[in-house]
């Protein structure tokens, strides 16, 4: 089939790639010419494991194309997968400019039927609004062109976007025009291995499932991020109880890792975007005002910890921090726990030493501002001279370091392990103080 995506982001590449994997002819478009400058030159714009060797292969077979060119690439595909960003407004709500603006530029152009495809993560009743923007363009240049418009949310996770896109729980495709659920049933036939992993249902239902999905596991992470606090308290182990409710199938051991809150690109603004739209209609969303609420406090727990063990005044104090990235296995800074904490440390007097495998470009961009952040080459290079350890996204490189080195290079062996990746008796026995989440220290 002939694809385009309109938008060359996570969800755009991604999408377009692992398409063209499975024999689609894909047009991937953008309006940004650096990222499409860099595609073409053989280049990933962004880090995510595995993904350059899809698109690599498929721009060599002649299945994939990037593009900024408009015309060309509207004309291309029969299917227009819409996939561009839905930033949060300043009342929180989904800013939808730019899914209009696609819309829009896909009304001015089309000559033949064409299937458009909500990809990006829009509020319920956005279909309607980009079938509106295509019937108005269609009209103005009194063009009769037949289209569908259907919702497809995505539900990749950045760092294992190739595999969750490849092998997907479900698809989701809201549709109510016939034709067009036949052809999103066959253009996503090689990736259900059943076909009951494709389901259909009105657009609606579709747009809001994907706002539910998101808030349900963000809403697993504050519970659990807020029993830590109590288990702190309580002298509990949050480890042991996450544990011990994960194997009960009814609850499943999936996002339930207490830590230092969650970030990036789509739960915090998919929880206020939930929330602003029940606003809207009179319905205060309780939970989820309070998920909200817990986060941003559970992003300055290891703030907390570290003021309560060295002081308010931070000044003279430099700590070593590991992991930028809001999550493992991505550059992606976006919500990063990682600048609240540097900007609460920095705030207090303290200088940084940070390390993190692939995002300290992108951190460095955001961190601008800020004084007193330095970055490492090496993780261990930060150790040296440091007051203390502070680790904050849990890259694997990170689990089992050189425990002696830490000892030795810290000014003291002090260690805040904002995502629990050490055991707290192994830490005791080594002679360091760790200060985990929600683990009795
Ligand atoms: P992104 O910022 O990485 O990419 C969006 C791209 O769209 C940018 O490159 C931008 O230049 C381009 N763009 C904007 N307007 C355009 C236009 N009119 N024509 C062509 N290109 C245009 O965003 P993303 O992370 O890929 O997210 C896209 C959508 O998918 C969002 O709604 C997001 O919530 C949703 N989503 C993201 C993820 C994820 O893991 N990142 C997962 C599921 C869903
Ligand atoms: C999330 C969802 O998992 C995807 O299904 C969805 O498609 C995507 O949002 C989206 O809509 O964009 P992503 O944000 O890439 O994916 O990453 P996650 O793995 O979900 O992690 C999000 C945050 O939660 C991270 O900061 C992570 O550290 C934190 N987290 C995750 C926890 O604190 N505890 C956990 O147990 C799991």
């Not at 998919?270 to 992003?299: I, S």
Request: charged content about 25%.
């Amino acid at each position: 089939m002939k694809v385009t995506t309109i938008g060359t982001g996570y969800v755009g590449l991604v999408t377009g790639a692992c398409l063209a994997e499975m024999g689609n002819h894909v047009v991937c478009l953008d309006v940004n010419a650096e990222k499409i400058r860099i595609l073409n030159e053989g280049g990933i714009p962004i880090h995510e494991p595995g993904l350059d060797a899809v698109v690599k292969r498929n721009v060599e077979a002649g299945r994939l194309q990037f593009t900024t060119d408009v015309d060309a690439a509207v004309n291309h595909g029969t299917i227009l997968f819409i996939a561009v960003g839905t930033p949060p407004g300043e009342d929180g709500s989904a800013d939808l400019q730019y899914v209009l603006a696609a819309a829009r530029s896909i009304g001015q152009r089309m000559t033949d039927y064409k299937v458009v495809v909500d990809k990006s993560t829009v509020p319920v009743g956005t279909a309607d609004k980009v079938r509106a923007a295509i019937a108005e363009e269609l009209a103005r240049r009194d063009a009769k062109v037949g289209f569908a418009v259907v919702s497809n949310p995505e539900f990749l996770k950045e760092g294992a976007a190739i595999e969750d896109f490849m092998k997907p729980d479900r698809i989701v495709v809201g549709s109510d025009d016939e034709q067009a659920t036949l052809m999103m049933r066959a253009l996503y036939a090689p990736f259900t291995r059943s076909h009951d992993r494709l389901f259909v249902m009105d657009v609606r239902s579709a747009e809001f499932t994907k706002y539910a999905a998101n808030a349900m596991l963000a809403t697993r992470i504050s519970f659990m991020n807020e029993l830590a606090l109590l288990a702190e308290k309580v002298g509990a182990d949050i480890e042991l109880v996450r544990r011990g409710i994960g194997s009960d199938p009814r609850i499943g051991y999936q996002f339930l890792y207490a830590g230092a809150g969650y970030g990036g690109s789509c739960f915090p603004k998919d929880v206020k975007a939930l929330v602003r739209t029940g606003r809207e209609h009179d319905q205060e969303l309780k939970v989820l005002n309070a998920v909200e609420e817990a986060n941003d406090r559970q992003k300055l727990v290891l703030v907390d910890k570290i003021v309560a063990r060295f002081g308010e005044d931070l000044a003279g104090k430099r700590f070593a921090l590991w992991g930028l990235a809001f999550k493992p296995n991505t550059d992606d800074m976006r919500e990063a726990p990682s600048l609240v904490i540097i900007e609460e440390l920095v705030k207090r007097g303290a200088a940084i030493a940070a390390y993190d495998p692939v995002a300290m470009s992108e951190a460095s961009k955001m961190l601008a501002q800020v004084q007193g952040v330095s970055f490492c080459e090496r993780a261990e290079h930060a150790l040296a001279d440091s007051d203390a350890l502070v680790i904050v996204t849990e890259w694997k490189e990170f689990r089992t370091p050189d425990f002696d080195r830490i000892k030795s290079e810290l000014k003291q062996p002090v260690v805040f392990d904002g995502r629990n990746l050490y055991e707290p008796a192994l830490m005791s026995t080594l002679g360091i103080e760790h200060h985990a989440i929600g683990r009795g220290t």
